[in-house]
């Protein structure tokens, strides 16, 4: 008769060997190909939403500030200008004011506010953001922001002294994002 398979028992002694130790790649590759995953979703994200912007030149568009002055965008300017289009309903864009904020008060920086309302109401917004002092253009129909492209807010551009968009950007921008603009529009 056949004797039966044995199998080993809990009980048993196993012959195990130590687990060999993972090298630093080993270690790191999950992580750093993950990260990587996140970087690429990113971009393309950020080219996806920045496929309708004008590039070159920018548009030249001569507009009213809430206060009645009149104010040359784009390639009307003939000067450096830093543009952040905004809407009064966009969260990102309230996370964002307090680095636009800091960039202090100048003809250079100019927020556009899109889709937003009337000249008062955008107005009562600047006031209670601490927005004064800057100089704010009420684009209500959206015909200023649909000239450059813009469909998602908050959108920064930087342009040269001669109208040509220096930078993009879209979403979230840092005060030290925001400063390197201005001092690359200047250049």
């Known amino acids: 008769m056949p004797e039966p398979e044995q199998t080993p028992s809990n009980d048993a002694p196993r012959e195990d060997k130590p687990p060999a130790r993972a090298t630093r790649w080993q270690r790191w590759r999950r992580p750093a190909l993950e990260a990587l995953g996140l970087v690429i979703v990113l971009v393309a994200v950020r080219a996806f939403q920045s496929r309708s912007l004008v590039s070159g030149v920018a548009p030249s568009i001569v507009a009213r500030s809430l206060d009645g002055a009149q104010v040359r965008l784009g390639a ?17 864009c309230r996370a964002s004011e307090h680095n636009v904020r800091a960039l202090g008060s100048g003809s250079d920086v100019v927020l556009i506010a899109s889709d937003s309302g009337s000249d008062a109401a955008i107005a009562r917004f600047v006031r209670e953001q601490g927005l004064s002092g800057l100089v704010v253009v009420n684009d209500a129909d959206g015909s200023v922001a649909r000239r450059f492209g813009v469909r998602s807010f908050p959108t920064t551009f930087a342009l040269g002294r001669d109208g040509a968009i220096r930078s993009t950007d879209i979403g979230y921008t840092t005060e030290l994002g925001l400063r390197w603009r201005r001092f690359w529009s200047r250049q």
């Open 76 to 92: 009307a300017a003939q000067r450096p200008q830093v543009l952040w289009f905004f809407a009064t309903w966009c969260t990102v």
